[in-house]
């Protein structure tokens, strides 16, 4: 897979008719997935607020005004029993979310047991804890984990405006250890932050010439959170919402350049329209987060989806691995 893309070449994808760029994607999109098949993943949050990181679209951010109140880390049991409801709802992979900077040794025992214990369900295991040590990331991966996701947020420019207590170079520290433990990767951002098509474009360079694709790309749209930087910022101005037609070229775009990847509709797809989606799976999205929230932010629901999908004639992945087709 091509990992030399210019920005002046996704550029160029950006600006190309939508009908064109949606009939590319889905080409590509056949090339290497099963049409009309989604992956279902349930987000959890194992560990609530008070973060000390400053980013400016987060509610669990310690910096934000949004009375979220930070909680301690969930006891193991707890976690595997909503883990045993994820796969009973039809998820194939669990994700379990911290609002840390970084995870502490002595919370590591806790983290890996959940690791294995979600992992012997036949679960996909995915955990996002903010940087990590190499010994981390080998501790989890012998654990069993199988996705870390560690996103990039927007472009290199971009970035500075949206966090200031974590470098650009410390996320990428953090991915480069991750593929050293052998897992796989997990690396997105969030469109509508008030960043120009250019960031978006920067955005998407960068994650389509990292080393290697990530496995799984999380696209979000930002949930404008009152009491957030962002939020606030952003309440009732026309940047509040990403065009709709934008955020697909945006997932289209994201297909093309990383065919392989699992591109994921995650945050802000409960304001979406029905059409909204369905154009954003024919741009190549092939996975969702299910159920009602996502870490502390509204979701559309399990019953929503279910009837989206039906309409669609859409069917939730059963396997534990993505199925592929015939690469190039």
């Keep these: 897979m091509r990992t030399d893309w210019t920005r002046g070449e996704i550029a160029a994808l950006f600006e190309r008719p939508l009908l064109d760029l949606l009939w590319q994607a889905q080409q ?23 973060c000390p990181e400053d980013c400016g679209y987060c509610s669990q951010s310690a910096h934000a ?40 040794d002595r919370d590591m025992d806790a983290l890996c047991e959940m690791v294995a214990g979600v992992k012997a369900m036949g679960l996909e295991t995915c955990m996002t804890l903010g940087m ?10 012998a654990a069993g984990l199988d996705y870390y996701n560690h996103n990039l947020d927007t472009s290199p420019e971009h970035y500075g405006a949206i966090i200031t207590t974590r470098t650009w170079q410390e996320r990428l520290d953090t991915l480069e250890a991750v593929r050293a433990s052998g897992m796989a990767v997990c ?15 920067g955005f998407l360079h960068a994650l389509a010439t990292l080393p290697a694709h990530p496995e799984s790309v999380p696209i979000n749209a930002l949930v404008p959170v009152k009491g957030t930087v962002l939020g606030d910022m952003l309440a009732g101005t026309p940047l509040a919402k990403i065009d709709d037609i934008e955020f697909v070229r945006t997932v289209a775009v994201a297909r093309i350049t990383m065919p392989r990847s699992m591109v994921r509709l995650s945050a802000g797809r409960e304001s979406m329209s029905e059409s909204t989606q369905a154009l954003c799976f024919l741009a190549g999205a092939n996975s969702i987060f299910t159920g009602d929230k996502l870490l502390t932010t509204p ?30």
């Design 132 to 141: 990590l040590t190499q010994g981390q990331a080998d501790r989890l991966a």
């Design 65 to 104: 005004k949004t009375g979220l109140k930070a909680e301690k880390l969930m006891d193991v049991d707890a976690v595997l029993a909503s883990a045993a409801e994820a796969k009973a709802a039809g998820s194939g992979r669990f994700c379990m979310g911290a609002a840390w900077r970084e995870p502490k």
């Design 299 to 328: 979701n559309a629901g399990d019953n929503a989806d279910a009837a989206l999908f039906a309409k669609l004639g859409l069917v939730a992945m059963t396997s534990e691995e993505p199925a592929r087709v015939a690469a190039e």
């Design 28 to 50: 590509v999109h056949r090339r290497h997935h099963a049409p009309n098949e989604v992956q279902l993943s349930t987000l959890l949050s194992i560990k609530t607020g008070g």
């Design 187 to 201: 690396c997105g951002g969030i469109v509508g932050m008030g960043e120009t098509r250019e960031d978006r474009v």
